[in-house]
């Protein structure tokens, strides 16, 4: 079936410093993948619709200027938190479509100290 | 906005069956979808229902009303495994990001 990877798995960084987050589609091309966040005991909160060779789509109250999305080929989505806070840690979940099935990586759980 | 509503936990035994109900509102219907996500894990694939009617699917089944706006995950033959959250998103257009409830916690004892 159809595989979405991420990288890295785990994160841990200081206040103010930046995180790439990386989105792989390993088996088939996607122009659209979806960047989720998800916080303890909660679902999964829709943050930006990543499209490939152009500008990201962001839901409402979800800041683009700290997360930065670079969809730059078919099979690569990237999302970088800006001078990550304490309130930016997270499990960062994207989402990519392989037909009817929405394929969801395995998540990158980012801890900022 | 857009509305999905489930409930928060549930128990059942080893062995049984039990219904996870989903209420929805919103403002298209192009899909519902049922994954099951593990704790520290990323949601997996379990279902999804796009007409009206019953999806069996081993011993997960899933039904659909959408004039009702109602859907359901039954859950047959229970194992200790299936202690997991289990979350109803909602497609409101083609190709669009998947809406998700606040999923249901699903303790399985034995």
């Known amino acids: 079936g159809a595989v979405v990877s991420q990288h890295p798995s785990r994160v841990i960084c200081k206040s103010g410093t930046s995180v790439k987050i990386e989105c792989r589609s390993l088996?088939?091309?996607?122009?659209?993948m979806f960047w989720y966040r998800q916080f303890p005991k909660q679902s999964l909160m829709l943050m930006a619709t990543?499209?490939?060779?152009?500008?990201?789509?962001?839901e409402q109250g979800v800041e683009k200027d700290k997360f930065l999305i670079n969809h730059a080929s078919l099979t690569l989505s990237t999302l970088t938190v800006t001078s990550a806070h304490p309130e930016d840690s997270s499990f960062y979940i994207c989402?990519?479509?392989?037909?009817?099935?929405?394929?969801f990586g395995p998540g990158t759980r980012l801890l900022v100290l | 906005g857009q509305n999905i509503d489930q409930p928060t936990e549930m128990t059942a035994t080893e062995g049984a069956i039990v219904q996870i109900n989903c209420t929805y509102q919103?403002?298209?219907?192009?899909?519902l979808f049922w994954y099951q996500q593990h704790a520290g894990e990323a949601p997996t694939f379990l279902s999804y229902?796009?007409?009206?009617g019953l999806e069996e699917k081993g011993r997960f089944s899933s039904f659909l009303s959408r004039s009702k706006g109602y859907s359901y995950l039954l859950l047959k033959e229970l194992q200790m495994k299936d202690s997991a959250s289990y979350l109803c998103?909602?497609?409101?257009?083609?190709?669009?990001?998947?809406?998700f409830g606040k999923g249901t916690t699903l303790s399985v004892s034995s």
């Open positions: 989402s990519a479509r392989d037909g009817t099935a929405w394929e």
């Open positions: 088996d088939f091309q996607a122009t659209t």
């Open positions: 990543s499209n490939e060779g152009s500008k990201a789509t962001y």
């Open positions: 919103t403002s298209g219907f192009n899909g």
């Open positions: 229902n796009v007409l009206d």
């Open positions: 998103a909602v497609r409101v257009e083609a190709g669009t990001a998947l809406i």
